[in-house]
């Protein structure tokens, strides 16, 4: 499978802190992206990178991607209770009858206590 | 607010019954999708539509049946489905298709009787 793998599946953390998300993938990429999914609602994109990228930048979005350990981290600082949600890593083909698809992680479910 | 549009936003609908879902998006994306997803799942994919023709069919029933009628709009028509179908059915679209970002609905809650 091209799915991704997310680490860790839950993380339960106290405002103010900041969260970090992980994914690891399986084949070579074009680009992976991180979407957020509040419940009972749709998925919203976050940020997007670049195979050429290692780091990149969104507010209090950071995220990293290391393509030759095939891996991807989301952090996010000073974290919200609006940000409470399940986050999911997006792999985008880079070629072939795979090209239209995004590949899901499992996502994490992040919840911000007040 | 999404950009993408789905009605209705929930949908209850017995094993012989006929439902369409709707999707409607107005950014001018040429390629649209739908996926479902079951709860604490991630979303699979089912159909990618590509300027109005259909360009990946993942294996789908065929009680699954999809149309793109304008660049706009996105319908996926229902009959004879299984109590394992329910689940939220999500419409995205996306700039072309390819490894761009893609815009979702809110989705349509859909529960088999």
């Known amino acids: 499978s091209q799915q991704g793998e997310e680490d860790p599946q839950a993380l339960s953390i106290q405002e103010g802190e900041n969260a970090t998300m992980n994914c690891s993938y399986k084949t070579s990429i074009n680009n992976l992206q991180w979407y957020r999914q509040n419940s009972g609602r749709g998925l919203v994109h976050l940020i997007l990178?670049?195979?050429?990228?290692r780091e990149k930048h969104s507010g209090r979005l950071r995220v990293t991607l290391d393509t030759s350990k095939k891996s991807s981290s989301l952090l996010i600082t000073a974290s919200r209770a609006a940000d409470t949600a399940s986050y999911f890593c997006?792999?985008?083909?880079?070629?072939?009858?795979?090209?239209?698809?995004?590949?899901f992680g499992r996502g994490t479910q992040l919840t911000v206590w007040p | 607010d999404t950009e993408v549009t789905q009605t209705p936003k929930h949908l209850v609908m017995g094993m012989t019954n006929k439902k369409s879902l709707k999707c409607e998006q107005h950014?001018?994306?040429?390629?649209m999708y739908w996926y479902k997803q079951k709860a604490k799942k991630p979303p699979e994919l089912m159909f990618v539509?590509?300027?109005?023709?259909?360009?990946i069919n993942e294996s789908v029933p065929s009680r699954f049946s999809p149309e793109c009628p304008n660049s706009s709009l996105l319908n996926l028509h229902l009959h004879a489905l299984q109590p394992e179908d329910s689940a939220l059915y999500l419409c995205a679209s996306s700039q072309v298709s390819g490894a761009g970002p893609q815009h979702f609905g809110d989705g349509t809650r859909l529960s088999i009787l």
């Open positions: 990178i670049r195979s050429n990228e």
């Open positions: 997006a792999t985008a083909a880079d070629r072939g009858s795979t090209l239209g698809r995004l590949y």
């Open positions: 539509y590509s300027y109005e023709k259909l360009s």
């Open positions: 950014m001018g994306h040429r390629a």
